[in-house]
């Protein structure tokens, strides 16, 4: 049975950071590129980011680049999201999903992790 | 990097097919066939219907059918069924060299 598993999501207040892990199980996450995709209250989803399966090619979506850094440890079967200057507008479910191949589409994904930014 | 074009809604009887549609650019889907589908049910994740446009990852129902022409995909429900009441998103690779990836604006599916 595959699992992804989202964590770190929190009540957290504007400008500060947060970093999000997706940890894997029933299948080796460092063979896939693995994504980030987020859905605010009541809305559509929203692509945040992607990592190749090696971790050298990666690329943000345009509401969190330059505030946004994702990450793997193949050793322990993760892939972080490192997030700075938090706005309420960043508020959501963050989840993470491995893509078919690369970019093909997000087969496996997670249950999501639940980020507010509010004061 | 602007969402994709869906349908905010559409409705079928039981056992009809309907289609939506999602309209991207020559810079997503008319350049690329790395387009899918994804179905959401309320307070669920998002699950993978087709890729590669046409494409059914194991164990999706048959009822499901991607398509494309042009700068407009589309995904076809056939038979359709009360479990098909859900939210609906197309999603592309961009060939936007700041971007990646884009998901269209999402449809919900109402079975009659």
């Known amino acids: 049975q595959i699992h992804l598993v989202e964590s770190g999501g929190r009540v957290v207040q504007p400008g500060t950071s947060l970093k999000l892990s997706c940890a894997a199980s029933g299948l080796t996450l460092s063979t896939y590129a693995v994504h980030w995709v987020r859905q605010a209250p009541g809305k559509g989803l929203e692509w945040v980011a992607i990592?190749?399966?090696?971790?050298?090619?990666?690329y943000y979506g345009d509401s969190l680049r330059g505030r946004v850094d994702i990450s793997r440890d193949n050793s322990q079967n993760t892939v972080s999201l490192q997030m700075i200057s938090l706005r309420p507008e960043d508020t959501g479910i963050y989840y993470c999903?491995?893509?078919?191949?690369w970019g093909s589409g997000c087969l496996n994904w997670g249950r999501g992790t639940l980020l507010t930014v509010s004061s | 990097q602007s969402a994709l074009t869906q349908p905010a809604s559409v409705s079928g009887s039981l056992g009809q097919s309907i289609t939506i549609s999602c309209t991207g650019s020559n810079t997503d889907i008319g350049d690329n066939d790395f387009v899918s589908w994804y179905q959401q049910h309320a307070g669920k994740a998002p699950k993978l219907l087709t890729y590669d446009v046409s494409n059914r990852p194991s164990g999706v129902s048959d009822r499901f059918s991607g398509s494309k022409s042009g700068n407009t995909a589309s995904l076809t429900i056939s038979g359709l069924q009360a479990e098909d009441e859900a939210d609906y998103y197309c999603?592309?690779?961009?060939?936007?060299?700041?971007?990646?990836?884009?998901f269209g604006t999402g449809t919900k599916v109402t079975v009659l």
């Open positions: 999903a491995t893509d078919t191949q």
């Open positions: 990592i190749s399966y090696d971790g050298r090619s990666y």
């Open positions: 999603s592309s690779y961009t060939t936007i060299t700041t971007a990646f990836y884009v």
